[in-house]
Nanobody, 113 residues
Framework: QVQLVESGGGLVQAGGSLRLSCAAS????????MRWYRQAPGKQRELVAT???????YYADSVKGRFTISRDNVKNMVYLQMNSLKPEDTAVYYC???????WGQGTRVTVSS
């Protein structure tokens, strides 16, 4: 059974940093592309960052240069380092496999101006 547990969210001032973590289980982690998504209040969930099994990375234009996705295939973890945070980054952040599995509970990030 797939399980995704996100953590690391919180309240931060604009310009600050947070590091999100995702513990993934239920699939052979190392062979899967992993993604971070976010859903802001009243908006649809959007893709933020992708890391392939070979550790190639891709980012949404809105976070490029500020966010960094990484993975640890020994610990079955994926991370999202978020720097220079902006109020528009406020959202619940989720990780997931590709192809998608059931969503976890997410971790809430609030950026104050």
């Amino acid at each position: 059974q797939v399980q995704l547990v996100e953590s690391g969210g919180g309240l931060v001032q604009a310009g600050g940093s947070l590091r999100l973590s995702c513990a993934a289980s239920g699939r052979v982690f190392s062979i899967h592309t992993m993604r971070w998504y976010r859903q802001a209040p009243g908006k649809q969930r959007e893709l933020v960052a992708t890391i392939t099994s070979g550790s190639s990375t891709y980012y949404a234009d809105s976070v490029k240069g500020r966010f960094t996705i990484s993975r640890d295939n020994v610990k079955n973890m994926v991370y999202l380092q978020m720097n220079s945070l902006k109020p528009e980054d406020t959202a619940v952040y989720y990780c997931n496999f590709l192809p998608l599995a059931d969503w976890g509970q997410g971790t809430r990030v609030t950026v104050s101006s």
